[in-house]
């Protein structure tokens, strides 16, 4: 697949109307924070149902050995159909989560204000899930000197009944937005034909073809400067 313009100039900043609008991850790769660069406003998507085998709760990282692991925040025992955002920590979730954190190494052996603000995040009161997640999302957009603006869509009081794309409409809607920039996971969800008529543009990102497939470790090991000329770099669109 070839390449398109690159959409990200780190000189004249975000596109003005651009809007992007994903679920918050747990420390995701470096190609979700993509979305965050290539648009005006990010859309934390807390007033849908919570997957429980998705990211919004746990990352990838190196284990021990080496070896990918689980990295997983102690939630509660919840209904399926539970909403993000009204996710909650299971009794004696910091006690549970120091002993997964202890297990990782690597997260107390490196030194810089980055990797600092990260141990000082993951070692905080457990008070809200959505909290913590949106704190983890703009420590490291802060981080990295990605300057969207970071909303709820739990914020908008939209219509329940409003489901998949015509929930995401109506959200750009709301932010008066003229561009949707969706994740490449996107591709088979939704409509160009759709967006159109509401008089947006659909933009979906291209597979993330970046060194930093876990971002935790990442953030405790480099420079903040090359994870942002990665995350610029790999931030163009499908054609």
């Not at 899930?129 to 802060?142: K, N, Q, W």
């Not at 709820?152 to 561009?179: C, K, M, N, T, Y």
């Not at 591709?187 to 933009?203: K, P, S």
């Amino acid at each position: 697949m070839s390449r398109t313009i690159t959409r990200v100039d780190p000189q004249r900043g975000p596109r003005p109307g651009a809007i992007a609008v994903m679920q918050p991850y747990f420390y995701p790769y470096a190609g979700y924070f993509r979305l965050l660069a290539a648009v005006q406003t990010f859309v934390i998507f807390d007033d849908v149902q919570f997957v429980r085998r998705g990211r919004v709760h746990r990352c990838e990282v190196p284990g021990l050995a080496g070896a990918r692991e689980w990295l997983t925040l102690p939630l509660a025992r919840q209904p399926r159909d539970t909403l993000i955002k009204n996710l909650s920590f299971q009794v004696g979730a910091r006690e549970i989560f120091d002993a997964r954190l202890t297990r990782l190494p690597w997260l107390k052996a490196r030194r810089g204000l980055v990797a600092e603000r990260v141990r000082a995040h993951l070692h905080a009161p457990l008070e809200t899930v959505m909290g913590f997640l949106e704190t983890g999302l703009r420590l490291v957009a802060d981080a990295l000197q990605l300057p969207a603006q970071i909303v709820r869509s739990s914020e908008f009081g939209l219509d329940p009944a409003l489901r998949g794309q015509e929930r995401v409409i109506a959200l750009v809607e709301a932010l008066s937005g003229r561009i949707y920039v969706n994740a490449p996971g996107g591709v088979g969800l939704y409509d160009r034909d759709v967006f159109h008529r509401h008089g947006v543009a659909l933009e979906f990102l291209a597979p993330y073809d970046g060194v930093f497939k876990y971002m935790l470790p990442a953030l405790m090991n480099e420079d903040p400067a090359l994870l942002r000329e990665d995350i610029l770099r790999s931030t163009y669109m499908l054609d």
